[in-house]
C-alpha cells in the first residue's frame, strides 16, 4: 500500500481534479485519472519523501469552519474600511512570537492570514520563530496577538505535531 | 421574466466589474512604485476571469470557463514572476 | 440570451443576486486599490475579490449551469480553489519584495527585522 499510494490525500486531489476538468465519471476518462493520480503520487515521492499526516481531521474541519466564518466577517470589515465608515483608524505592523515550527502548518498559517482580508502575512524569522504581521484596521495589538495564538496556531499544532 | 432578470442583473455585474477593471488598470498606470503596480496587475487578472465567468453565463456555453481557468493560472505565474524579479532585481544593484 | 427563457425564477433571483453580491465586492475591492494610502495598505484590497467576490460569482455560475443543464456542473470549484491556493502566496511574495525593496531604500516606515525592536537589541548586547 505505501508503495502503490505514497501520498493518499495528493493521489485523491489529482483524481478529483481529472474527473473534474474531464466533467464525467465515464470509466475511460476515470481509469486515466487513476493513472495521473498514482503517477503524480510517485513523482512526489521521488522529490521528497516527507509524508502529509493529517493527524485529527475534526480538528482540521473546524479549523476550516472557523477560518471561512472568519473571512466573511473580515470582508465586511475591510469593506466597510474602503468605503469610509470608520473615520479612525490605524493599521501599522505587529510582531507575534509562534512555537509552531513544522513547516506546513506555518504554510497553513500563512495561507489562513493572507487569506483573509485584514491581515497580511509579511516575514517569518526561524531562528527565533518571529512573525512580521500588517493589519489593516489595528485596535489593539494584544488582542490580535492572542487571536492569532489561540484561534489559528493552537489548533494547527495538534493537526501538524 | 427571468429572461429579464439575468439580462439586467447580469449588465450591471459587468459594468461593476468593469469598473473594477479600470480602478485596478489605474493603479497599475500610476504606480507609484513597482510593488504597487504588481498588485494591480494581480487584481486585473481577477477582475477579468470574474468578467469572463459573467461572459460565460450570458452566452452559456462552457468555452469561457476555460479560458477563465488559464487566465487564473497565468495570473498566478506571472504575479509570482514579477515578485522574485522585485527581490533579485533590486539585489543586483 | 435566449437560452435564459426556460429558467424558472426560483434559480434565476437567487443567481442574479450572487452575481451582482460577487460584482459588487469585487469593484470594492479594487476601489480600495485605489484609494488606500499606503502600499501595505493596498495589500489587504484585492483579497475581497479574491475571496468573497471569486466565491458568489463561481456560486452563481455552478447553479446557472446546473440547472440550465439540468446536470451537476461544479467544475467551477477547480477555479476556486486555484486562486485561494495562489493568491496568499503571490500577496506573501510582493508583500516581502516590497518589504525588502523598503529597507534597502533605508525607509523608517517599515519594521528593521520580525523580531521586535527591544528583543533584537536584547539579543545584540548579549552577543
Known amino acids: 500500500m505505501r508503495m502503490l499510494l505514497p501520498h493518499p490525500l495528493l493521489s485523491l486531489s489529482l483524481f478529483v481534479l481529472w474527473l473534474l476538468l474531464n466533467q464525467t465519471v465515464a470509466p475511460g476518462p476515470a481509469l486515466l485519472g487513476l493513472a495521473v493520480a498514482l503517477i503524480g503520487g510517485w513523482m512526489l515521492k521521488r522529490i521528497r519523501s516527507a509524508r502529509l499526516r493529517v493527524r485529527r ?11 471561512a466564518v472568519d473571512i466573511l466577517r473580515s ?51 526561524p531562528e527565533e520563530g518571529w512573525l512580521l ?4 484596521d489595528l485596535v489593539d495589538e494584544e488582542e490580535w496577538v492572542r487571536t492569532v495564538k489561540h484561534r489559528y496556531e493552537q489548533p494547527l499544532m495538534e493537526i501538524f505535531p | 421574466m427571468s429572461q429579464t432578470l439575468l439580462h439586467w442583473s447580469l449588465l450591471a455585474a459587468q459594468l461593476m ?33 470574474l468578467l469572463l465567468l459573467t461572459f460565460g453565463i450570458r452566452s ?25 524579479f522585485l527581490m533579485r532585481g533590486e539585489v543586483i544593484e | 440570451m ?14 442574479a443576486v450572487l452575481l451582482l453580491v460577487g460584482a459588487a465586492l469585487a ?28 466565491s458568489c460569482i463561481l456560486l452563481a455560475s455552478m447553479l446557472f449551469f446546473s440547472v440550465l443543464q439540468s446536470r451537476l456542473v461544479v467544475h467551477e470549484i477547480l477555479i476556486g480553489f486555484l486562486l485561494i491556493v495562489t493568491t496568499p502566496v503571490t500577496l506573501m511574495l510582493v508583500g516581502r519584495a516590497a518589504l525588502h525593496r523598503d529597507r534597502l531604500e533605508g525607509s523608517h516606515k517599515v519594521p528593521p527585522s520580525a523580531r521586535p525592536e527591544d528583543h533584537a537589541a536584547a539579543a545584540q548586547s548579549d552577543g
Request: aromatic share 6%.
Open chain 1, 57 to 67: 481531521p475534526l480538528v482540521a474541519l473546524r479549523l476550516a469552519g472557523v477560518v
Open chain 1, 75 to 125: 470582508n465586511i470589515g475591510v469593506a466597510q474600511v474602503i468605503m469610509g465608515r470608520r473615520k479612525k483608524r490605524h493599521s501599522g505592523f505587529i510582531h507575534i512570537p509562534l512555537s509552531l515550527r513544522d513547516p506546513r502548518g506555518l504554510a497553513a498559517l500563512a495561507v489562513i492570514l493572507t487569506a483573509t482580508p485584514g491581515t497580511a502575512w509579511v516575514e517569518y524569522d
Open chain 1, 133 to 136: 504581521l500588517h493589519i489593516l
Open chain 2, 17 to 49: 466589474l468593469g469598473l473594477a477593471f479600470l480602478c485596478a488598470s489605474w493603479r497599475v498606470a500610476r504606480g507609484p512604485r513597482a510593488q504597487d503596480r504588481v498588485v494591480g496587475l494581480d487584481t486585473l487578472y481577477v477582475n477579468g476571469m
Open chain 2, 60 to 84: 452559456g456555453t462552457d468555452i469561457y470557463f476555460e479560458i477563465a481557468l488559464v487566465i487564473a493560472l497565468l495570473g498566478f505565474v506571472s504575479t509570482a514572476a514579477l515578485a522574485k
Open chain 3, 2 to 15: 435566449n437560452h435564459a427563457a426556460e429558467l424558472p425564477l426560483l434559480v434565476a433571483v437567487p443567481v
Open chain 3, 27 to 54: 469593484l470594492t475591492g479594487s476601489i480600495g486599490l485605489l484609494k488606500l494610502r499606503s502600499f501595505y495598505e493596498r495589500l489587504h484590497a484585492p483579497t475581497i475579490g479574491t475571496s468573497c467576490g471569486m
